[in-house]
């Protein structure tokens, strides 16, 4: 049986590198999505796309608490 190594010291997450890896991701899909049933989608509809796209991919990597009181669902 192995031995078990004891590591010590810390781990940081690069959390700029993981929102920004969200939200390019996220303005790509929502890009992709407002294009998907139509080839010139207007603005309202391409911004839509994004935001909710961008929205869904930081939904993923970050956890929003609104606290107890707060009655606000996403």
Request: proline share 1%; net charge negative; hydrophobic share 40%.
């Amino acid at each position: 049986m192995s031995r078990k190594r004891t590591v010590t010291g810390a781990v940081h997450v690069d959390v700029y590198a993981v929102v920004q890896r969200a939200v390019e991701e996220g303005a790509l899909y929502g890009w992709r999505r407002a294009h998907k049933h139509m080839d010139n989608p207007d603005e309202d509809t391409a911004t839509e796309a994004i935001a909710q796209a961008v929205m869904n991919e930081l939904c993923e990597v970050l956890q929003f608490d609104f606290g107890d009181d707060d009655d606000t669902a996403i």
